[in-house]
C-alpha cells in the first residue's frame, strides 16, 4: 500500500484497460503513498465526480463498489489534511 510506483504502475494499467475510475484510483492512492494527501484528494475529487457521471449513465454495479472505496479514502485523506493543517496551527 506504501509503493507509489506500483500505484503509479497500475494507474497505467487500468487506464490502459479503458478503466478509468479505478486508474484515477490508483493515481490517488499513490499520492497518499508518497504523502500527498493534497495531490490525493484531489485525484479522489476527481475519481468522484467520473463515479457520478458514470452512474447518471447507468454504468455497472462493479464500478459502485470502486465508488464506495474512493468514497472511503476521500474521507481519509479529507482527514488527515485536516490533522496536517492542524500541526501547522501548533507551531
Do not use: M
Request: charged fraction near 35%.
Amino acid at each position: 500500500p506504501r509503493d507509489a510506483a506500483v500505484w503509479r504502475q497500475l494507474a497505467r494499467l487500468y487506464n490502459a484497460q479503458g478503466e478509468p475510475l479505478r486508474g484515477l484510483r490508483a493515481d490517488a492512492e499513490s499520492n497518499v503513498a508518497i504523502l500527498d494527501y493534497a495531490g490525493a484528494r484531489d485525484r479522489f475529487k476527481a475519481a468522484q465526480d467520473l463515479s457520478r457521471s458514470q452512474a447518471g449513465k447507468g454504468q455497472g454495479q462493479a464500478d459502485f463498489y470502486e465508488a464506495s472505496i474512493i468514497d472511503t479514502r476521500a474521507r481519509e485523506v479529507d482527514a488527515k489534511l485536516r490533522e496536517q493543517a492542524a500541526e501547522r496551527e501548533q507551531q
